[in-house]
Nanobody, 125 residues
Framework: QVQLTESGGGWVQAGDSLRLSCVASGHAFNLYTMAWFRQAPGKEQEFAAAIDGNGASTNYADSVKGRFAISRDNTKNTVYLQMNSLRPEDTAVYYC??????????????????WGQGTQVTVSL
């Protein structure tokens, strides 16, 4: 398993942008499909975006498609989530997740083996 550490969260106003980062420890990072999930207050954790090991394939939830972009730098063992045009409903704790040789279409939390501790994103009007 990999150890995951997120950073980059914060407080922003609606319409602003943020970039989240997730650094993975361990080897063979390029063999892991990576994803971002989020959990808003009082709601279940939900899938946001995923990217395959070489960055060729991505998948997005409809709620973030066109505003968020997931990417990775395998030389730095890091996956990013660029969040643009942020809305108050994007307020949540954002979690990074990893799956060895996983599918970018895996949207259920139980399918993902490794998780970070989360980073808070708050969007105000």
């Amino acid at each position: 398993q990999v150890q995951l550490t997120e950073s980059g969260g914060g407080w922003v106003q609606a319409g602003d942008s943020l970039r989240l980062s997730c650094v993975a420890s361990g080897h063979a990072f390029n063999l892991y499909t990576m994803a971002w999930f989020r959990q808003a207050p009082g709601k279940e954790q939900e899938f946001a975006a995923a990217i395959d090991g070489n960055g060729a394939s991505t998948n997005y939830a409809d709620s973030v498609k066109g505003r968020f972009a997931i990417s990775r730098d395998n030389t730095k063992n890091t996956v990013y989530l660029q969040m643009n045009s942020l809305r108050p409903e994007d307020t949540a704790v954002y979690y990074c997740a990893a799956m060895f040789f996983g599918s970018v279409f895996a949207r259920n939390t139980y399918e993902w083996r490794s998780w970070g501790q989360g980073t808070q994103v708050t969007v105000s009007l």
